[in-house]
Nanobody, 123 residues
Framework: QVQLVESGGGLVQAGGSLRLSCAASGRTFSDYTMGWFRQAPGKEREFVAR????????YYADSVKGRFTVSGDNAKNTVYLQMNSLKPEDTAVYSCAATTAIAATSASRYDYWGQGTQVTVSS
């Protein structure tokens, strides 16, 4: 099993940046594909980005491509989501998740989840 804890959320103005962190404990996150998801009030959870076990493959939702970057630090057992050029529509609770699947964008394929961190972007 792996336990995930997110941090780094907050309130930022449109155009600003935030970096989210997801610290893993238990099995090392290099055993998993790591994903980021978000859920806005009244909306379904949506895929944001994922990074492969080796860190060599990264995949993004079209809505964040070119603005968000997912990365990992094996030594710290931590995965990051750098969010730049934030927009009000990026406001949501962001959660990291882990899966043993090689590549997955569906939340249902992820086995372990963090508690989430709130990101609010003001206009």
């Amino acid at each position: 099993q792996v336990q995930l804890v997110e941090s780094g959320g907050g309130l930022v103005q449109a155009g600003g940046s935030l970096r989210l962190s997801c610290a893993a404990s238990g099995r090392t996150f290099s055993d998993y594909t790591m994903g980021w998801f978000r859920q806005a009030p009244g909306k379904e959870r949506e895929f944001v980005a994922r990074i492969s076990r080796s860190g060599g493959t990264r995949y993004y939702a079209d809505s964040v491509k070119g603005r968000f970057t997912v990365s990992g630090d094996n030594a710290k057992n931590t995965v990051y989501l750098q969010m730049n050029s934030l927009k009000p529509e990026d406001t949501a609770v962001y959660s990291c998740a882990a899966t043993t699947a090689i590549a997955a964008t569906s939340a249902s394929r992820y086995d372990y989840w963090g508690q989430g961190t709130q990101v609010t972007v003001s206009s």
